[in-house]
């Protein structure tokens, strides 16, 4: 696979926009390790290559475990994630299929037991900002380091 195009070299100034907003959202409080879970669930449903090879490497820096990475896109059956974690990758695939389900109530409810608004907004914004560089990468081509 070829790159299409380089975003920084084309527009940088909006590639500047986007990495501000993915550097807010990768310190605006949330915990370090469910950033990724949340960044590689969105990736792993999107089919972004580059980013999924990103996040797993940032998420084992941080510690995660080879277990609980693997078992990510299956984890509704797994007991590995808590309540917290749940409802977030609830959350990340109500808003990464947004079309397909329209965000549920049952997933929000889930959401509100276990963050306080400011969290579910910062985890909202979290969802947005995965899926538009998903988009991105998809897009372009990028490729991921071999």
Same mark, same amino acid.
């Given at each position: 696979m070829q790159p299409r195009l380089n975003p920084d070299e084309a527009a940088p100034e909006a590639m500047q926009a986007v990495r501000a907003l993915a550097?807010?959202? $990768?310190?605006?409080?949330?915990?370090?390790? +469910?950033?990724?879970?949340? =960044?590689? &669930? !969105?990736?792993?449903?999107?089919?972004? *290559?580059?980013c999924?090879?990103?996040?797993?490497?940032?998420?084992?820096?941080?510690?995660?475990?080879?277990?609980?990475?693997?078992?990510?896109?299956?984890?509704?059956e797994s007991p590995l994630y808590s309540a917290q974690e749940r $409802?977030?990758?609830?959350?990340?695939?109500? +808003?990464?299929?947004?079309? =397909?389900? &329209? !965000?549920?109530?049952?997933?929000?409810? *889930?959401l509100r037991e276990q963050f306080p608004e400011a969290e579910i907004v910062k985890l909202s914004l979290l969802i947005a900002t995965i899926n538009a560089l998903n988009r991105l990468a998809i897009g372009f081509r990028a490729v991921h380091p071999a």
């Open positions: 550097s807010y959202v $990768a310190r605006c409080g949330l915990e370090p390790r +469910l950033i990724k879970l949340v =960044e590689m &669930r !969105a990736s792993q449903i999107n089919g972004c *290559a580059f999924l090879d990103m996040h797993s490497r940032d998420a084992r820096r941080l510690g995660e475990s080879e277990q609980r990475l693997y078992l990510l896109d299956a984890w509704r $409802a977030a990758l609830a959350w990340t695939e109500a +808003l990464t299929r947004i079309a =397909e389900t &329209r !965000a549920p109530d049952t997933d929000y409810a *889930a």
